[in-house]
Nanobody, 122 residues
Framework: QVQLVESGGGLVQAGGSLRLSCAAS????????MGWFRQAPGKDREFVAA????????DYADSVKGRFTISRDNAKNTVWLQMNSLKPEDTAVYYC???????????????WGQGTQVTVSS
């Protein structure tokens, strides 16, 4: 089992920044690829970003590319999502997730956090 706890959400004005954190515990964090997803009211959950455990390769949804950055520190069992130039359409509950796979990281995660709310006001 892997337990994931997100933090860092909040209310921010458009154009502002937030950094989300996801602390992992349980099985060896090093061998899990980590992803961030989000779900806005009335919409399906969507992929945001991911980082592979094997070579650190990152992947981003087109809607956040150039604005968001995913990073990880295996020594701290933590993954972050730095979000810059935030837009009202980024408003959602953001979830951290873990998978033992190293490729095709836009779906099929095994473990999920409880989510953290991000609200961007216009």
């Amino acid at each position: 089992q892997v337990q994931l706890v997100e933090s860092g959400g909040g209310l921010v004005q458009a154009g502002g920044s937030l950094r989300l954190s996801c602390a992992a515990s349980g099985r060896t964090f090093t061998y899990y690829s980590m992803g961030w997803f989000r779900q806005a009211p009335g919409k399906d959950r969507e992929f945001v970003a991911a980082v592979s455990w094997s070579d650190g390769t990152t992947d981003y949804a087109d809607s956040v590319k150039g604005r968001f950055t995913i990073s990880r520190d295996n020594a701290k069992n933590t993954v972050w999502l730095q979000m810059n130039s935030l837009k009202p359409e980024d408003t959602a509950v953001y979830y951290c997730a873990a998978t033992p796979r190293s490729r095709y990281l836009r779906r099929e995660y095994n473990y999920w956090g409880q989510g953290t709310q991000v609200t961007v006001s216009s």
